[in-house]
């Protein structure tokens, strides 16, 4: 039987090529540049003097709140899911150009908010429909080239960052080529994405109704702690990079080593996914991240901060996928709602970091506050290593 949300198709299958390219543009784009190209301006509009670390925390905060209602709200816009991502991505291409119309601080706060939203709405839809059909695919690499989305496009949105701060480009121009990109993407997509709903395997409906009740809150809360604890070197540490080195073409090359770190990581998993519970995965991931949270906090150079980069961008897109994987795999029928709670969960977590970071930096420029809410960050995630662990 079908429905007008998601319909239950006898669909012709698409190219997997058509697919993975579809879905990992969508990612890329709401997350490259929609969530995290932030991270890699926040330097260039300190050095430009436009902004500063506590505005700084309170901007990445005001994302993350829209990232949360979107979460909250995705699986009650009754749209298709690819409408979903559609629309999503076009509120991407306009706030992010939208940064670049003002220096107010006011506006600001709103763009970002706005383009949280989207992003959690793209991920969640995209989740929906592009993993639905991959799985018609059986190929096991299907949601490691899905996920590399998101490294690719934090990857490539901080090259473009780099290598416009390095030739003394205007934030508030480079904040109007981002919506661009982030607009050239949104027309791939929509050529490439299949336009209907695959039908259900037989026995998967029956089988995720008996995979254990469905999602628990350990493993909700789990991935609230994954967010708060990957968030502050996800946004402060090209920051911290130009600490220790105040020139764009040093400095900027921190964010890209993590977006492709991130890219690696989740085609190296899905290789070792077949091999490995997902809640392993899970747990190793947590405790790396852990250890690449604390390093700079130890002590402050250029090779803690390519290190905690290297470990932070190499485990937070594969636990991210293990996590919506497994929500997934214990949800019947319809998924959205599960992986909104999940999702919905990562945003309060992320939320919370920035926020924690700003209230204890105060009006200190120095990174006092940061260092003590990465310290908690690495705390948290040791913790929810070890209940992963014992929970799988």
Sequence with gaps: MSNPI????????????????AGLVALAVAMGIGR???????????????ADVAAGG??????????????????????????????ALGLVAASTAAMGWTDSLAAWLLWRFVAGVASAWVL??????????????????????LYAGVGTGIALAGLYCWQAGAANTAPEALWLQLGALALAGLVLVAVLMPRGMP??????????????????????????LLGFGYILPATFLPVLARAVVDDPAVFGAAWPVFGAAAAA???LASLVFPRMERRQLLAGSHALMA????????HLSALTVLLAAVLVGGTFMVATMAGMQEARARSAGDPTRALGRMTAAFAIGQMAGPMLSSALSGRSQGFGGLFVALAVGALALAGSAVWLWRAR
Excluded at 61 to 70: D, H, K, S, T, V
Excluded at 205 to 223: D, N
Excluded at 291 to 298: A, D, E, Q, S
């Design 36 to 50: 995290f190209a932030f991270t890699p301006m926040l330097p260039l509009m300190i050095r430009a003097g436009s």
């Design 58 to 87: 309170w901007l990445a905060a005001a994302n993350y709140a829209g990232y949360l209602l979107g979460a909250l709200s995705a699986a009650r816009l009754g749209l298709a899911p690819q409408r979903t991502g559609l629309v």
């Design 265 to 267: 990581s989740t085609l």
């Design 124 to 145: 969640v839809s995209t989740s929906v429909w592009c993993l639905a059909w991959l799985a018609r695919h059986e190929r096991a690499a299907g949601p490691g080239l």
């Design 6 to 21: 998601h319909p239950s198709l006898s669909l012709p299958r698409p190219s997997f090529t058509a697919l993975w390219v």
């Design 291 to 298: 250890l690449g949270c604390v390093l700079p906090v130890l």
């Design 199 to 224: 039908d259900a395997p037989v026995g998967v409906a029956t089988a995720a109704a008996s995979g254990g009740g469905g999602v628990s809150w350990g493993l909700v809360l789990s991935y609230g």
